[in-house]
């Protein structure tokens, strides 16, 4: 009987131990998230984002990013980077769009460390939505339709936040479905 309650309390345990874990350190693109490592570190590892990731570093980025912040990246995962209209990745890659290519990822960037703790506070204060300023310094209206939180850009575009809070040293990510354009 003893050994009985003995593994059984084993697996109780374990499993805490595995819950805690999932939730401190969340599932992205295959990759865990480590909350000690900084947007850039995470972001590399996740197969779900490396469109954006190759974007970032197209765009000179990187370091920032890897600065200090902290930063709130609505980061739009590779299926959303495919439902652009055929050629736009590509075209947004080349040096002379370098420009335009800054715009959309600093559009998508905003400064602190949000989360959908602070997006509900920002919502309530606002009557039900939340008005963010970008980096790029455009605007993005955050609300709730069915329990998730959706974004609407200032051209009317919407994305839905798919993974929230992934906690990073630098900031927090929020995944995202569509990419935002300004």
């Not at 890897?66 to 209209?85: I, M, R, Y």
């Not at 329990?147 to 992934?166: E, L, P, Q, R, S």
């Amino acid at each position: 009987m003893k050994k009985t309650v003995c593994a059984l309390f084993a697996v109780v345990l374990l499993l805490a131990v595995s819950t805690a874990r999932a939730e401190k350190d969340p599932m992205v693109g295959g990759a865990a998230m480590y909350p000690t490592k900084n947007i850039v570190e995470n972001a590399v590892n996740s197969k779900d984002h490396t469109t954006l990731v190759a974007a970032v570093k197209a765009a000179g980025l990187v370091d920032t990013l890897e600065g200090a912040g902290p930063f709130t990246v609505f980061a739009p995962t590779n299926e959303a980077f495919d439902k652009l209209p055929a050629g736009t990745v590509s075209n947004l890659l080349k040096p002379e769009n370098l420009g335009m290519l800054k715009k959309v990822l600093t559009y998508h960037v905003v400064a602190g460390r949000i989360t959908t703790r602070d997006l509900q506070k920002l919502m309530a204060a606002g009557g039900g939505k939340a008005t963010l300023t970008t980096v790029e310094g455009g605007t993005l209206t955050v609300w709730k339709k069915g329990g998730k939180y959706m974004i609407t850009d200032d051209k009317g575009g919407m994305a839905a936040i798919t993974i929230a809070n992934v906690y990073q040293s630098n900031g927090v990510i929020q995944v995202i479905d569509t990419v935002l354009m300004p």
